[in-house]
């Protein structure tokens, strides 16, 4: 018989479901708390996933990782640093789907500098911004946004300059 | 919009649809382990974790961001009820970019594919980054 395909989050939510389990059996008073105040945080927050939604099909709509792929690998110089930004912002899936395709690019040339800028943008999701901007508002987000942009070149040059010293 | 531009949007939808729906389960359990901690751990216990001094909370911030993984949405959701419970605004940036920038999780992967030195120093780096970023966010935020 084949086993039934459960992912590492599907367990996730198990072992928080017997922790309310736990606490129900401690006291049943603290976990109908509990649940109340995630019912709260849910309220407040639940309108976010709309967007969310509607952000990430824009997104795919617009932009294929083909066309991420395509100007990561073709682009030189300045260009390159803005590719590998944009890369990094719009580029979807887990990052570990992105390795085979950075070690082809390393191989091809392209510089350790843009692979850690494209990485450390990965940080920076836009569909995810309404999330941030719920929380923090939108100035702290912003400044955040262009923090990390600049932190993402940053990284880059120094890793550039690790490359050209041979301690990569 | 031709036949193959509708099928393009379709196919965008469902697949929006699809990652949102493979992130239920961590959410959901995000939601009521926030839910959880909010009716059993006592507010005290966050000024007892952070000290109130700036770069020592957004060290523990960063180093606490570095060790957890998960979809990105969860740590927003995670800073934001950190902010609520009076955690300092540099410790939850820290914690925040530490957490998609850092990726103990993913070390061994990156590390067979883009090289041992690369990954250690690009983790390292980030974690450094993530207390600059920090610093500077909160810093410009004030002034503005």
């Given amino acids: ?168 | 919009m031709n036949s193959s531009d509708r099928e393009r949007l379709k196919d965008s939808l469902a697949r929006a649809g699809r990652s949102l729906y493979n992130s239920l389960p961590v959410l959901a359990g995000t939601i009521l382990l926030i839910g959880l901690a909010n009716a059993v751990v006592p507010k005290s216990v966050y000024g007892r974790i952070f000290t109130k001094f700036a770069i020592l909370d957004t060290l523990t911030g960063a180093f606490a961001g570095s060790i957890l993984a998960g979809n990105p949405i969860t740590s927003y959701i995670l800073s934001g009820e950190f902010l609520s419970q009076g955690v300092s605004l540099y410790a939850v940036t820290a914690f925040m970019v530490a957490w998609v920038t850092v990726g103990v999780v993913q070390y061994p992967a990156e590390s067979m594919m883009l090289g041992k030195r690369f990954s250690t120093l690009r983790n390292i780096s980030s974690f450094v980054l993530a207390i600059i970023t920090a610093i500077i966010t909160v810093s410009v935020v004030g002034m503005l």
């Fill in chain 1, 1 to 168: 018989m084949k086993k039934p395909d459960i992912s590492i989050s599907a367990y996730f939510l198990i072992a928080v479901i017997a922790l309310y389990a736990v606490t129900a059996a401690a006291g049943p008073g603290l976990a109908v708390r509990a649940l109340e105040s995630s019912y709260t945080v849910f309220l407040r927050i639940a309108y976010i996933f709309v967007l969310i939604y509607l952000l990430t099909a824009g997104f795919n709509y617009f932009v294929s990782p083909e066309s991420v792929k395509k100007h990561l690998g073709t682009s030189s110089g300045a260009k390159r640093w803005a590719i590998s930004i944009a890369g990094g912002i719009i580029s979807t899936g887990p990052i570990y789907m992105w390795y085979p395709f950075l070690r082809e690019l390393k191989k091809g040339g392209v510089g350790y500098g843009f692979i850690a800028t494209f990485l450390y943008n990965r940080a920076v999701k836009i569909p995810l911004l309404p999330v941030i901007i719920f929380y923090f508002g939108i100035k702290f987000t912003a400044v955040l946004t262009v923090v990390m942009i600049l932190m993402s070149v940053v990284q880059g040059i120094i890793f550039e300059k690790f490359e050209k010293e041979g301690m990569l």
